[in-house]
């Protein structure tokens, strides 16, 4: 009664307006991989090609700190010398640097 059927009708909204929370979550996905996923894939694509190019008289550090040299390799362990005849076997993943020839002497 109040109010004029064309003022009703024009407040119910546009079409624009329906895909107004689509666009809004592309951006917010399309942030969320480029500051989030992308460079988090990077850095698992960096640690891959270090393990794959580990070969035997590699020095290394594992992720909880040892320091050593590699001394057998297979598929999912690695065998690391932290000492004179004192070798320890540790999973492949668990490897977090290839260090420099001759470190493990200066150390």
């Known amino acids: 009664m109040l109010i004029s059927d064309a ?8 079409p624009a307006d ?3 929370p689509l666009i809004m ?3 917010f996905f399309a942030i969320f991989y480029f500051i ?3 460079p988090q894939m990077k850095r698992a694509k960096e640690h891959r090609s270090m393990l794959d190019a580990i070969a035997k008289g590699d020095e290394v550090v594992t992720s909880g700190g040892i320091l050593g040299r ?7 362990f690695i065998t690391v010398e932290i000492s ?3 070798e320890i076997k540790v999973q492949k ?3 977090s640097a290839v260090l420099p020839k001759g470190t ?3 150390a």
């Open 70 to 76: 590699v001394t057998d390799m297979s598929d999912a």
């Open 93 to 95: 993943h668990a490897i």
């Open 18 to 20: 329906a895909f107004s």
């Open 36 to 38: 989030a996923i992308r």
């Open 25 to 27: 979550m592309a951006v």
């Open 104 to 106: 493990i002497k200066s």
């Open 84 to 86: 004179d005849k004192l």
């Open 7 to 14: 003022h009703a009708q024009a407040a119910a909204g546009t």
